[in-house]
């Protein structure tokens, strides 16, 4: 069994990207290695140039995302750990993989239509075939698994569909994938469940974001723990009189709360909900909330301090994870050629 993810270089990470993903990349680790299967984790450094950027500040980043997974627990002794740039099977197959992508499905895209209107300058081709360039990170590795947010489903489906319209057309296999040889594995989406998603603490009846999100309204990993203690005493709650400490429709902020302080000390909400019934207003949720947040970073801001410092020893755990990835790509791309025809016969 195969685990991939992938995450963006771009962005500061904020508290919603660390309790819903990055934090089940290092559990996703741990039962992948006490199962005995690979657990890879790919920082997408070629899919942050389909919109406009700056080269010098996508290096940056992307060693900022790097040192954040190192500093989460990724340990790339045990799993792959990989820049997307660094193995070129990858763009490779993804122009292998146009062969068998309908320009229809790519047109239908939501992000595509999303991102296509936001660009001032270009719309690039690039962020038209995005999706394929997704679909040839997994199907590379021949992932089983493909842990991501809600938002990626369409393009989990597409690299579904591709790589069944691979075998067939490339395979022999019928088009619901039976029979012929699978070439291509394909993979299976894992979503997050519902009550996963963390809230804007401005805004909570939206998701916390790096674009839509105000400064005060997304708590970012590295946030100074004041910062953080001023977010959460102004995130914004309801006026119930008396305050009412559980969640509740028409109570996003503090449902949104009691979540987050779920999350961050390991309990379930009702037993943060328990656990309050002698506080006296929302005031006691929040510092309760911060401290619980303050105390799970900390750890985590202390190791990416001294590890974003030294982009050397980040090049050799990015050597490593390259050597690692390139030689289970490597084969799969060497079966696809074979199989489309492209180069010498094998
Ligand atoms: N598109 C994904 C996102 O924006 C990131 C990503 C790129 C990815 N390649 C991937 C996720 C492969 C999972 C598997 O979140």
């Known amino acids: 069994m195969r685990v991939y993810s992938g995450i963006q270089p771009t962005g500061r990470k904020h508290l919603g990207n660390y309790l819903g993903a990055i934090r089940h990349f290092v559990t996703g680790q741990e039962d992948a290695s006490a199962a005995g299967d690979d657990a ?12 406009a950027y700056d080269p010098a500040e996508l290096r940056d ?8 997974l190192l500093a989460a627990g990724i340990d790339p002794e045990r799993s792959i750990l990989y820049r997307q740039g660094d193995v070129p099977e990858v763009p490779e197959l993804t122009w292998l993989l146009t062969a068998v992508t309908a320009h229809g499905d790519l047109n239908r895209m939501h992000q595509f239509k999303e991102k296509s209107g ?15 360039l997704m679909a040839a990170d997994v199907l590379a590795f021949r992932a089983d698994r493909v ?23 490339f395979g022999g296999a019928a088009p619901d994938g039976t029979g012929g040889t699978e070439i291509l594995t394909v993979p299976e989406g894992i979503y997050p469940t519902s009550g996963a998603r963390i809230m804007d603490l401005q805004a909570p009846e939206k998701k916390m974001s790096t674009s839509s999100s105000t400064p005060e309204g ?52 009702d037993e943060v909900e328990a656990s309050l019934v002698d506080a006296r207003g929302y005031g006691d949720l929040k510092a309760a909330t911060a401290d619980a947040v303050i105390t799970l970073l900390a ?44 180069g010498p016969r094998a």
Request: glycine letters at 4%; proline letters at 6%.
């Open 40 to 51: 890879i984790f790919c920082v997408v450094d070629l899919h942050a140039t389909t919109v």
């Open 61 to 68: 980043r992307t060693y900022d995302t790097i040192a954040l």
């Open 118 to 132: 936001q660009q001032r300058e270009l719309v690039s081709a690039g962020l038209f075939l995005y999706p394929v």
């Open 147 to 169: 842990p991501v947010g809600d938002d990626q489903r369409q393009h989990v489906e597409l690299m579904r569909d591709i790589a069944l319209r691979f075998n067939a057309r």
């Open 218 to 269: 997304a708590l970012y990993l590295l946030d100074e723990p004041k910062a953080m203690e001023k977010k959460f005493k102004r995130a914004v709650t309801d006026s119930e009189n008396p305050p009412v400490l559980r969640r509740g429709p028409e109570k996003a902020g503090v449902s949104n709360l009691i979540d987050i302080l779920a999350a961050a000390s390991d309990r379930t909400p």
């Open 299 to 342: 750890p985590v801001q202390e190791r990416y301090a001294a590890l974003r410092e030294d982009e050397a020893a980040i090049e050799a755990a990015l050597a490593i994870g390259a050597e690692k990835a390139r030689a289970i790509a490597r084969p799969v791309v060497a079966d696809v050629r074979e199989a489309m025809g492209v």
